[in-house]
């Protein structure tokens, strides 16, 4: 850097030979003296240390030599002013370089340090050199630190001590000393400076590594080349890439200070690279938990291994990936991969395949399908030489040996690698999979996934997959899935938002469009809140299918808030190895309380709730349905809840607390509750009242229990003697178990308000 020769500023004083009179005897400043004909100063050309230079003797206290030329003063410029000189006889004084400071306005900046320190000349003949650095800066190494104010100088030399003496004075040179301070100006080191050679094969790892313990707060320059690293760096100073690196696919390349996708693709010359590289550092350090995308776009041609990536199978500290998106590219190396064996199944092994033909070609990870097999079961793992399977749950009904179909989709980000991967989340990415692939395949085991603010746009067939328990107290917020199946009819669809194996799920403010279904759930503890989830089609009479779907029977959980739009929640227990009631906890623990339900151009045998037992003997074991909103739209349904009977019905002479109320019914034909509260009349005097709940019990159900009954107005006798009497209760008659019989003792007539409940409470 030369600001002579960058900028064309003029530094150098006139020679002495160009004339006395341009060199002042005072400050320099016009109308100041000149040396020309001063009987103290002569131009002497044939002095034989000085090509040309000024002879003058010491008269004033402080004899100045200075330039009338303004050298300019910018900041960043350094300059060095040079002067030698030689004592010729008489007294010797001490030489300093000085200057006048001046502002723009012409008057001088007192406030400037405008001399150097002085150097005594101790012989005569003795060529002496002195110097000194004047710049606007305060660095360390600058004589004179002038600050912003001065914006030029007029520049010399000052003779001090005693009068008398003859000196001559060399011209004096003044020149761009910004280079000596470059490498202090500069907030960067350049690690060319410490061997490397960029050349594509020799290994500048260890130039790096000094690069960065001598940069002390300064950024690395990488320039223009191709370094190879063979070994794991680490960068603890801010980094700035020009040129590229390459590294062993097992090599790690860590940056302390630049942790983003920015740096990292800038340093392997691709996104994709790039978001390979800074996703394995996001496990080795410590000093970032975070990998910020930096709002960049990364192009997938196929699915990202994170554990064969990462070279782990275990993690458990918090990592979190944010701030970009992934988008998928056509390619083969999305297309799933399907595998067709024969296998034996025995419900006393409930998660276990047995004597699986071609099993080293089934991949782990594969969703298995086969008549008995419930919705999304997949392969857990595989033992070759056992010949066995293991599954992510039980099948409800494949006892025997029969043909299973293995399918095993691709994802964006697989995490299937894993056997234990915790504390992972995922914040604000877009998943572009654009009907090409899968987005995201969590880890066999783990806690607390965690899914924030993210798209999952058009996977092809699923947007989180769990194969195990990775999903155990999984986090699902303010996401979107948007289906590549929005244009179907909803019957014909087989994408689903998300499956759930694990315990404890939190699935909070979603919206979720138009899949074959927002969420496949086993496991309990899980918070369903305030989703929207729709599923319609634009058929004029359409098909309705499962929004949300609970496998077990006793789910412990809570569906609150949500608006559940053109489909409806099922609970069944399709992952039971033996689906039949042994005694187990059967159906209860479910809460749906306080959502809107919608429907439009449904038929009539279109429900909201939908109970769907796999095997017999099971019963409503707590239940409540309560404060929702059930409304159907261009169309009318028959009733807003039933029991799948296909295979098998539930026993309603077992219900135990069910809680059906405060729900609002438009457009349905049949309101339920319980209790129910009906009002009967009895017009002639009978014994026996057989008093109907008609429709209002929940699924169909019998009655189980009457908690009251209540005159209204005087029940007499048959000779109209009013009597003052209470009846007993059989519950459980008439052709449906859906009649109460009061039964009084005597012949009455009258009006009663009976309240009945389809189920015993406590």
Same mark, same amino acid.
């Given at each position: 850097?030369?600001?002579?020769?960058?900028?064309?500023?003029?530094?150098?004083?006139?020679?002495?030979?160009?004339?006395?009179?341009?060199?002042?005897?005072?400050?320099?400043?016009?109308?100041?003296?000149?040396?020309?004909?001063?009987?103290?100063?002569?131009?002497?050309?044939?002095?034989?240390?000085?090509?040309?230079?000024?002879?003058?003797?010491?008269?004033?206290?402080?004899?100045?030599?200075?330039?009338?030329?303004?050298?300019?003063?910018?900041?960043?410029?350094?300059?060095?002013?040079?002067?030698?000189?030689?004592?010729?006889?008489?007294?010797?004084?001490?030489?300093?370089?000085?200057?006048?400071?001046?502002?723009?306005?012409?008057?001088?900046?007192?406030?400037?340090?405008?001399?150097?320190?002085?150097?005594?000349?101790?012989?005569?003949?003795?060529?002496?050199?002195?110097?000194?650095?004047?710049?606007?800066?305060?660095?360390?190494?600058?004589?004179?630190?002038?600050?912003?104010?001065?914006?030029?100088?007029?520049?010399?030399?000052?003779?001090?001590?005693?009068?008398?003496?003859?000196?001559?004075?060399?011209?004096?040179?003044?020149?761009?000393?910004?280079?000596?301070?470059?490498?202090?100006?500069?907030?960067?080191?350049?690690?060319?400076?410490?061997?490397?050679?960029?050349?594509?094969?020799?290994?500048?790892?260890?130039?790096?590594?000094?690069?960065?313990?001598?940069?002390?707060?300064?950024?690395?320059?990488?320039?223009?080349?191709?370094?190879?690293?063979?070994?794991?760096?680490?960068?603890?100073?801010?980094?700035?890439?020009?040129?590229?690196?390459?590294?062993?696919?097992?090599?790690?390349?860590?940056?302390?200070?630049?942790?983003?996708?920015?740096?990292?693709?800038?340093?392997?010359?691709?996104?994709?690279?790039?978001?390979?590289?800074?996703?394995?550092?996001?496990?080795?350090?410590?000093?970032?938990?975070?990998?910020?995308?930096?709002?960049?776009?990364?192009?997938?041609?196929?699915?990202?291994?994170?554990?064969?990536?990462?070279?782990?199978?275990?993690?458990?500290?918090?990592?979190?990936?944010?701030?970009?998106?992934?988008?998928?590219?056509?390619?083969?190396?999305?297309?799933?991969?399907?595998?067709?064996?024969?296998?034996?199944?025995?419900?006393?092994?409930?998660?276990?395949?047995?004597?699986?033909?071609?099993?080293?070609?089934?991949?782990?990870?594969?969703?298995?399908?086969?008549?008995?097999?419930?919705?999304?079961?997949?392969?857990?793992?595989?033992?070759?030489?056992?010949?066995?399977?293991?599954?992510?749950?039980?099948?409800?009904?494949?006892?025997?040996?029969?043909?299973?179909?293995?399918?095993?989709?691709?994802?964006?980000?697989?995490?299937?690698?894993?056997?234990?991967?915790?504390?992972?989340?995922?914040?604000?990415?877009?998943?572009?999979?654009?009907?090409?692939?899968?987005?995201?395949?969590?880890?066999?085991?783990?806690?607390?996934?965690?899914?924030?603010?993210?798209?999952?746009?058009?996977?092809?067939?699923?947007?989180?997959?769990?194969?195990?328990?990775?999903?155990?107290?999984?986090?699902?917020?303010?996401?979107?899935?948007?289906?590549?199946?929005?244009?179907?009819?909803?019957?014909?669809?087989?994408?689903?938002?998300?499956?759930?194996?694990?315990?404890?799920?939190?699935?909070?403010?979603?919206?979720?469009?138009?899949?074959?279904?927002?969420?496949?759930?086993?496991?309990?503890?899980?918070?369903?809140?305030?989703?929207?989830?729709?599923? /319609?089609?634009?058929?004029?009479? %359409?098909?309705?299918?499962? +929004?949300? &779907? *609970?496998?077990?029977? !006793? =789910?412990? @959980?809570?569906?609150?808030?949500?608006?559940?739009?053109?489909?409806?929640?099922?609970?069944?227990?399709?992952?039971?190895?033996?689906?039949?009631?042994? /005694?187990?906890?059967?159906?209860? %623990?479910?809460?749906?309380? +306080?959502? &809107? *339900?919608?429907?439009? !151009? =449904?038929? @009539?045998?279109?429900?909201?709730?939908?109970?769907?037992?796999?095997?017999?003997?099971?019963?409503?074991?707590?239940?409540?349905?309560?404060?929702?909103?059930?409304?159907?739209?261009?169309?009318?349904?028959?009733?807003?809840?039933?029991?799948?009977?296909?295979?098998?019905?539930?026993?309603?002479?077992?219900?135990?607390?069910?809680?059906?109320?405060?729900?609002?019914?438009?457009?349905?034909?049949?309101?339920?509750?319980?209790?129910?509260?009906?009002?009967?009349?009895?017009?002639?005097?009978?014994?026996?009242?057989?008093?109907?709940?008609?429709?209002?019990?929940?699924?169909?159900?019998?009655?189980?229990?009457?908690?009251?009954?209540?005159?209204?107005?005087?029940?007499?006798?048959?000779?109209?003697?009013?009597?003052?009497?209470?009846?007993?209760?059989?519950?459980?008659?008439?052709?449906?178990?859906?009649?109460?019989?009061?039964?009084?003792?005597?012949?009455?007539?009258?009006?009663?308000?009976?309240?009945?409940?389809?189920?015993?409470?406590?």
């Amino acid at each position: 850097m030369n600001k002579a020769i960058t900028d064309g500023l003029v530094l150098m004083p006139p020679t002495f030979s160009a004339g006395l009179n341009l060199w002042s005897r005072g400050d320099g400043t016009p109308g100041s003296g000149s040396y020309q004909g001063q009987a103290n100063a002569a131009l002497v050309t044939n002095d034989q240390d000085f090509a040309g230079c000024l002879e003058v003797q010491k008269v004033d206290a402080v004899q100045k030599v200075r330039s009338f030329a303004q050298t300019p003063m910018q900041p960043g410029l350094y300059l060095r002013v040079t002067a030698r000189v030689k004592a010729v006889s008489g007294n010797l004084p001490s030489v300093r370089i000085a200057a006048w400071a001046g502002d723009a306005g012409g008057a001088n900046v007192v406030a400037a340090p405008q001399t150097g320190p002085a150097v005594p000349l101790t012989s005569y003949g003795e060529v002496v050199t002195i110097s000194a650095i004047i710049a606007p800066a305060a660095r360390q190494g600058v004589d004179l630190a002038w600050g912003s104010v001065p914006v030029y100088g007029h520049f010399g030399i000052d003779l001090t001590g005693a009068n008398g003496g003859v000196v001559r004075i060399d011209d004096l040179v003044v020149e761009d000393a910004t280079d000596v301070f470059l490498r202090k100006m500069m907030d960067w080191v350049d690690v060319r400076d410490y061997g490397a050679l960029g050349n594509g094969t020799t290994n500048d790892a260890a130039a790096f590594a000094a690069a960065d313990a001598d940069a002390d707060g300064r950024a690395i320059l990488v320039p223009e080349g191709v370094f190879r690293l063979t070994s794991d760096v680490a960068i603890s100073n801010r980094i700035r890439f020009e040129g590229t690196l390459s590294m062993p696919a097992n090599r790690r390349l860590t940056l302390t200070r630049n942790f983003d996708l920015d740096t990292y693709a800038s340093a392997f010359g691709s996104e994709l690279e790039g978001f390979r590289r800074a996703l394995q550092a996001l496990f080795y350090f410590n000093d970032h938990n975070t990998l910020d995308l930096s709002g960049r776009r990364v192009d997938l041609t196929g699915p990202l291994d994170v554990a064969t990536i990462a070279g782990l199978t275990s993690f458990t500290s918090r990592r979190v990936l944010r701030n970009g998106a992934l988008n998928a590219l056509p390619g083969p190396g999305w297309a799933t991969d399907t595998v067709t064996s024969v296998a034996t199944y025995a419900p006393a092994s409930p998660v276990t395949l047995t004597g699986v033909a071609n099993v080293a070609n089934i991949p782990v990870g594969a969703l298995v399908e086969g008549t008995g097999v419930g919705r999304e079961v997949y392969v857990r793992s595989k033992n070759v030489g056992a010949g066995t399977v293991q599954l992510s749950q039980p099948l409800w009904g494949a006892a025997g040996t029969r043909t299973y179909t293995f399918k095993r989709f691709k994802y964006m980000l697989d995490f299937g690698g894993f056997e234990l991967l915790s504390r992972f989340e995922i914040e604000d990415v877009e998943f572009n999979a654009l009907g090409l692939c899968s987005c995201v395949l969590l880890p066999v085991t783990g806690l607390t996934f965690r899914f924030m603010s993210n798209t999952f746009n058009r996977p092809l067939d699923r947007g989180i997959s769990s194969t195990g328990t990775g999903c155990q107290g999984m986090f699902i917020d303010m996401c979107q899935f948007l289906s590549n199946e929005s244009a179907l009819p909803a019957q014909t669809r087989t994408s689903i938002a998300v499956n759930v194996n694990g315990n404890d799920t939190k699935i909070r403010n979603n919206r979720v469009v138009r899949f074959a279904h927002f969420a496949v759930m086993n496991g309990t503890g899980h918070m369903v809140f305030d989703n929207h989830f729709f599923q /319609g089609d634009d058929e004029a009479v %359409g098909v309705r299918r499962a +929004g949300l &779907i *609970f496998t077990q029977t !006793n =789910v412990s @959980t809570v569906v609150s808030g949500n608006y559940v739009d053109n489909c409806f929640i099922e609970w069944g227990n399709e992952h039971d190895a033996a689906p039949e009631w042994n /005694g187990e906890f059967s159906f209860g %623990g479910l809460n749906v309380v +306080g959502n &809107i *339900f919608i429907a439009s !151009n =449904v038929t @009539t045998a279109f429900r909201f709730v939908v109970v769907k037992p796999y095997g017999p003997g099971h019963y409503l074991n707590g239940f409540s349905m309560v404060s929702n909103s059930f409304r159907v739209v261009s169309a009318t349904t028959a009733r807003v809840e039933m029991v799948d009977t296909t295979l098998a019905s539930l026993d309603f002479a077992k219900s135990f607390n069910v809680r059906v109320e405060g729900n609002s019914f438009n457009n349905v034909t049949q309101q339920v509750m319980n209790p129910v509260v009906v009002t009967h009349t009895q017009n002639t005097a009978a014994d026996t009242w057989n008093v109907g709940a008609g429709g209002f019990i929940p699924f169909d159900a019998r009655t189980r229990m009457v908690e009251a009954v209540m005159p209204e107005g005087p029940i007499i006798n048959a000779a109209s003697a009013v009597r003052y009497v209470q009846p007993n209760a059989t519950v459980g008659t008439g052709a449906g178990g859906n009649e109460v019989q009061l039964r009084w003792g005597e012949a009455l007539r009258g009006k009663v308000v009976v309240r009945m409940r389809m189920d015993l409470p406590g």
